[in-house]
Every structure is written in structure tokens, then in C-alpha cells.
């Protein structure tokens, strides 16, 4: 039996050979890849995630210390979902996985889990992959592959929708890219020095602005050879229910330090990781019954009631909205932002008791004789994400700010009045006291909520 299941890995089993980019002697690698990490820094990070790590993929005798920088931050943390997010540099327009089920290496075998909902392909001799590996080999684990050719931003935020729905606390999002390539051997001198060019990129990516990478992408001379895959992730960091985010450029080198040479590739890795809010139908009904009964127990002198759910699993979200209506009309709506430093039930009751005693100027209290009539709606909000008005989804919420003016707007909001993007954003620039189309230079965040 096992030799007939070592026989169908093999006949479904693949291979990017390491060629020149490192040492094809396992004792050997093995060793250098304990050298790095001994010698790497560790940085401050918790062990739950998401987590998102960007990686450069040169030979390893350019980066291969800094790619073992990013991959020791992870070794130690609950992670039991990898996924790899690779460019293809004889470009291809599609987004594809392999179709093995594992892949050889020089230090072994790696289970490959196939991500459904995607086509498949023979793997590509793809260095961008290849040169992870050894690294990745690292872990243990299966690792689901999906490699991402040049294809439009509207492919890219449906390709992100899809993976949202694969990834969990426990998941491990890895994406292989070299920076800017500039100078004479890659026909790109650009005006500004790659040091500064790589630098402006490497932010964007740590403040997840899919606007600014791509303005500094033009200024590399779009030389970031894993810029698809770059997108890629600050658009499925966008589709994530995440209420707390934390991203740090690790570190920053470039090849012409070591070759001295007049053309230079950047390498640089950051690493992310988020705070998902994650709540079970069961609970999301507990907390709705809970909220009735806080009414009740307000207005009618009820016993007060206790939340049947375990509140230490309950994270704190950005901040959450409870909005009454009575017969199908809008009876009160109040929430705060910013209100990380009050856990979620703090904040639910604090909404309904403001909610109940009419803080709400736009409405009167509410009275007893609402109580057998009132529709109770929660919504928790993720931490705002920089978007800009050509990529902002309506059904989010939005937070314009400009010079000491701010306005917002909750999650479908615009929707609900009936105005499409442009009307939405005149309305917002309006009502934050500026001209109509101020949201044009304005600098704007969405919102995603959790609605229940």
C-alpha cells in the first residue's frame, strides 16, 4: 500500500531544479539556512494571525539572508495554512495553480494543497518560486501555490475575494518579489535614486495603499518584478473582516553592495499580520438576543440579562454601530470609531444605553410601547484601509479627511440613499464642509462592517 502511495505522489509530483540560484547539496543548504536564521533578529510580533510576509527571491548569495529573516519571524507561530503568491517573469495573462500534488526539492518532498476555483497548469520553471523552497520546506506543512500573471485590477479584487474565504487565523500569506531594477543593464534610469524609489514602495505595501504602490511602481519603471502578486495581497488585506493591522518593514538591501556593479535589484521584506474578527452564527444570535433584552431591561425594568458567550474569545473591534428601527423606520443609529480600547461588549452596551436614552439628537428616547416592535441591528467595524475614489466600493463605509475637515459615512450608507460613488462622495465632501469635489484630493479610507 504505501509503495502504491509513494508511486501516485510520483506520478503527480513536480520540480523547479535549483540551477545556479543556490547550493543543491542538502547538508550543505541546510546548514547555511540555520546559519541565517541563528543570526537573524527577532522581531515583536503575536503568535495568531493572519499573517502576510513579502520576500525578495535573488540567488542567495544577494538576498538569501534577508528571506531568512522573514521566514524566522514565522517559524514559531500558530500557522497551519500556507499560502505562496508568486509573479511569473515570462508573463502570462492569467492567475493559475499547479497541478501536482507535491514538489521535489533538495532538502524533500512538499505536499502541494490546490486552491479550488482556479485553472490549472503545469508548474512553471519559475524562480520566484523555486528560490522559496527551501525555505518553505522549513515549516512542515502542506503550502497551496498560486502563481499571478499580468491581469487587470478588477481580476485581481475577484481573484482576492475568492482566497479571503481560504484564509483564517492560522494562514501564512508568502509573496515572492525583488524591488525596483534599475541602471544601465536593465535600461531604467529613473530620476529618483532606487534607494528612494524602493523605500516609498516598501512603505505603501506597510500601509497597505494599493494608490501609492502603484505610483511608485511607475517610478521603478514598473521593474518590480512581483508587483501582480503585491496587488494581489493589499487587495485581499482589504477583503479581510481585520480590526487591527500591524506591518513592519524588516529590512532593505540592494545587489549593488555586494557586486559594486552601476545596476542594482532591491530586496526587501516586510512583514504583516492582522486581527480578524471572526463570530459564529450562534454567537452573532446570543449577542442579538442579548441586545433585546438590554433594551427590555432599560425601558422596562427587566432583570438585566448576561451574555451566553465566552467574552475573552470576543476581540475588540474597531469600533460598533447599533441601529433601532421600528416598523421598518430608521429609529436611532449611534456608534463610535476609535474605540480600540473598549472591548466589544463594553461598546455594545454603552450604544444601546446611549441609543435607548436618546444621546442622538436627530431622535427622542425610546419608550416602552417600541419595545414588541423594534429591529435591533449590530454592526462592527474593521479598521479603516486607504483607498482612493476610483477604487472605493460603495456598500463600504468611507472616512474623508482634509486639512482639519472630516466626514464619514457607515457601511452602505450611500447604497441606502440612493446615490451611486460621485453623488456619494460630493455628499461626504459636503457635509465635512469643503467643496463638492474634494474628495477628488481628499485623502479617504474605507470601512468594512460585520452586520448582524
Known amino acids: 500500500m504505501f509503495f502504491i502511495f509513494t508511486l501516485f505522489l510520483n506520478l503527480f509530483s513536480c520540480e523547479i531544479k535549483p540551477k545556479f540560484w543556490y547550493d543543491n547539496n542538502p547538508i550543505t543548504l541546510q546548514k547555511q539556512i540555520d546559519n541565517w536564521f541563528k543570526g537573524s533578529k527577532k522581531f515583536s510580533f503575536s503568535d495568531n494571525g493572519p499573517f502576510w510576509l513579502i520576500v ?65 497548469n503545469n508548474l512553471p520553471d519559475e524562480h520566484a518560486l523555486g528560490n522559496q523552497l527551501p525555505f518553505l520546506k522549513q515549516f512542515n506543512l502542506p503550502i497551496s501555490i498560486l502563481f499571478v500573471g499580468d491581469v487587470s485590477n478588477s481580476s485581481l479584487l475577484n481573484t482576492a475575494k475568492k482566497l479571503a474565504k481560504n484564509i483564517d487565523s492560522n494562514t501564512a500569506i508568502i509573496v515572492s518579489s525583488d524591488l ?6 536593465f535600461n531604467n534610469i529613473p530620476e529618483k535614486s532606487s534607494l528612494e524609489i524602493d523605500q516609498q514602495i516598501l512603505f505603501s505595501i506597510k500601509e497597505n495603499s494599493l494608490l501609492d504602490f502603484e505610483k511608485n511602481l511607475r517610478d521603478s519603471g514598473n521593474t518590480v518584478c512581483g508587483s501582480q502578486p503585491i496587488k494581489l495581497l493589499l487587495f485581499i488585506i482589504n477583503e479581510l473582516n481585520l480590526i487591527e493591522k500591524n506591518s513592519k518593514i524588516l529590512s532593505y538591501d540592494n545587489s549593488a553592495n555586494i557586486t559594486k556593479d552601476n545596476s542594482s535589484v532591491g530586496y526587501g521584506v516586510v512583514l504583516g499580520q492582522g486581527e480578524l474578527f471572526i463570530l459564529p452564527d450562534d454567537q452573532k444570535q446570543k449577542i442579538k438576543d442579548y441586545a433585546k433584552e438590554m433594551f427590555s431591561h432599560i425601558l422596562a425594568g427587566s432583570k438585566k440579562p448576561s451574555l451566553e458567550v465566552n467574552l475573552k474569545d470576543l476581540p475588540n473591534p474597531y469600533g460598533v454601530f447599533v441601529t433601532v428601527k421600528n416598523r421598518g423606520e430608521l429609529r436611532a443609529c449611534l456608534g463610535t470609531l476609535d474605540s480600540r480600547d473598549k472591548s466589544f461588549i463594553q461598546q455594545l452596551d454603552s450604544r444601546i444605553k446611549a441609543v435607548a436614552r436618546g444621546d442622538d439628537k436627530r431622535f427622542s428616547p425610546l419608550n416602552i410601547s417600541e ?55 460630493e455628499q461626504l465632501s459636503k457635509k465635512a464642509g469643503l467643496a463638492a469635489d474634494a474628495y477628488k484630493t481628499a485623502d479617504l479610507y474605507s470601512i468594512k462592517s460585520l452586520k448582524f
Open 56 to 120: 525578495p527571491h535573488a540567488g542567495y548569495q544577494y538576498s538569501g539572508n534577508l528571506a531568512a529573516l522573514g521566514y524566522k519571524q514565522l517559524l514559531n507561530k500558530v500557522i497551519k495554512k500556507i499560502i505562496v503568491l508568486s509573479p511569473l517573469h515570462r508573463s502570462q495573462n492569467k492567475v493559475f495553480v499547479p497541478d501536482c500534488l507535491s514538489i521535489k526539492t533538495v532538502l524533500g518532498d512538499i505536499a502541494h494543497k490546490k486552491i479550488s476555483g482556479f485553472d490549472e
Open 180 to 185: 525596483s531594477h534599475t541602471g544601465p543593464k
Open 371 to 425: 419595545l414588541d416592535h423594534l429591529k435591533i441591528e449590530i454592526s462592527v467595524l474593521m479598521s479603516p484601509q486607504i483607498t482612493s475614489y476610483k477604487q472605493f466600493n460603495i456598500h463600504d463605509g468611507i472616512i474623508l479627511k482634509k486639512d482639519s475637515k472630516r466626514a464619514i459615512y457607515l457601511p452602505d450608507v450611500i447604497v441606502e440613499a440612493g446615490w451611486d460613488k460621485q453623488k456619494g462622495l
